[in-house]
């Protein structure tokens, strides 16, 4: 078996170095075709966004950000899998979103779709979406998708990934509804 070049180290230190970068640098390839162009959604105006080819209503906030004139501000809250069913239910309970009392963490799909394949660092429509954690190693969003034993899924928007994490690890979560409910 062949050693590891530097070329790997040195990339690796790279990374390391300039993934805990908290300001979004999204890099988009030109070349390619948009997955989620702005005119797939609805901004409506009230800190959710409307997917139309899906019909699901997103909480444009993570969670922990507060939405205000068309901005998500503060920081972004990691829970735990199960913590993140807490929170809905309590979130629901209290009041909800914008007067909807039905969100829930979405499936691996569901987050998927928000997935913008052009872009990184965030792979997600940044215009619709501000604020959304891109650090390398730590941007997971829950889903409600379990995989095996005790882990479910995760998608990361540095990337759009998806990734199978124990439930006690802490990630982002996302919220979403269905609009004929």
């Known amino acids: 078996s062949k050693m590891k070049t530097p070329i790997y180290y040195t990339a690796i230190l790279f990374i390391l170095i300039f993934s805990n970068n908290s300001q979004s640098l999204q890099t988009c390839q030109s070349m390619l075709t948009e997955t989620t162009p702005t005119s797939d959604f609805i901004d409506n105006s009230d800190g959710t966004t409307t997917h139309k080819p899906t019909g ?11 939405w205000s004139e068309g901005d998500c501000t503060g920081m972004n809250q990691v829970t735990t899998w199960q913590e993140a069913l807490q929170y809905v239910d309590a979130l629901n309970v209290s009041g909800g979103i914008s ?81 004929n409910n």
């Not at 699901?56 to 507060?66: F, P």
């Open 99 to 179: 007067g909807f009392t039905d969100w829930r963490l979405p499936n691996i799909k569901e987050l998927s779709s928000l997935t913008e394949f052009k872009c990184f660092e965030p792979s997600l429509n940044e215009a619709l979406f501000p604020n959304t954690e891109v650090d390398f190693f730590d941007s997971y969003y829950w889903t409600s998708t379990p995989a095996f034993g005790d882990r479910s899924w995760a998608i990361s928007f540095n990337d759009g990934r998806g990734t199978v994490l124990p439930r006690i690890d802490f990630s982002y979560i996302r919220l979403v509804r269905n609009l």
């Open 56 to 66: 699901l209503m997103w909480q444009t906030c993570s969670k922990g950000s507060i």
